[in-house]
């Protein structure tokens, strides 16, 4: 199996360069962003709880991703592989997805880490916001909010990989296209053959 973490800031590019990569390697998208939006779509209580603190730009509670995590790596085990958008996004997520891991003897293969400027994630957020009906993108206190969250809580999770030695950084401005290719080189050299 090859596990992909694709690691960054909100708006560096995670979800636009997942889909282009899911198609290339064939690998099983698990985003906790989107999974928690179905949720708040279907108008669950886990949905109704976790948009609450969507809303306010913080990260919901640690039990609650890992547990849609677990059983969603259940429910595809004859996956080739997961690439993880927006997991794991705190030190006990990263802990808890190795554990989950190794119970069926695998392993994150590597962490490729988006790098983009602050004032580009903001801007790039606020022309979302225009169009694309997500609560946490119309302003900008919520943008900044969702930016401090990731400096105190989840930047720790690159450093938990880089003890392994499995991050590497990808230059995370540019074309869509180039930045893609900046990834297909990082993982070609890293498939199994
Ligand atoms: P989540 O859905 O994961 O959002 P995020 O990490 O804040 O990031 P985004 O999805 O906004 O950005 P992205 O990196 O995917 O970039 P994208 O490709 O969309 O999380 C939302 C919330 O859910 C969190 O705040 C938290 O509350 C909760 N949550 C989720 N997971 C959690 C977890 N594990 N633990 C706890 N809480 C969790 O691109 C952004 C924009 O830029 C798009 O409009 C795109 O078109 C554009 N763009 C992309 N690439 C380029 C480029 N190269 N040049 C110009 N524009 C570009
Ligand atoms: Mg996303």
């Known amino acids: 199996m090859f596990n992909l973490i694709l690691f960054g800031p909100p708006g560096s590019g995670k979800g636009t360069q997942s889909e282009k990569l899911i198609e290339r390697y064939g690998l099983k998208h ?42 969603a790596l259940d429910q595809n085990p004859q996956a080739m592989g997961f690439l993880f958008d927006g997991f794991p996004r705190t030190s006990a997520q990263a802990e808890a997805l ?17 790098e983009v400027s602050e004032e580009e994630l903001v801007k790039r957020l606020l022309k979302r ?18 930016i401090i969250e990731y400096h105190n809580k989840t930047a720790a999770v690159a450093d938990y990989y880089r003890q392994f030695d499995k991050v590497k950084m990808v230059k995370g401005e540019g074309s869509v296209n180039e930045i893609f290719q900046g990834l297909c080189q990082e993982i070609d050299s890293r498939l199994p053959r």
């Open 30 to 71: 698990l985003s906790t962003g989107d999974l928690l939006r179905s949720e708040i779509a279907r108008h669950t209580a886990l949905g109704q709880e976790a948009k609450n603190v969507m809303d306010k730009g913080q990260l919901v509670p640690d039990e609650v991703v890992i547990g849609m995590i677990s059983s």
């Open 129 to 146: 916001g225009e169009t694309s009906g997500r609560s946490d993108d119309t302003n900008e206190q919520v943008i900044r909010a969702r």
């Open 98 to 114: 190795d554990k989950l891991l190794d119970l069926k003897k695998s392993s994150i293969s590597v962490m490729l880490a988006l």
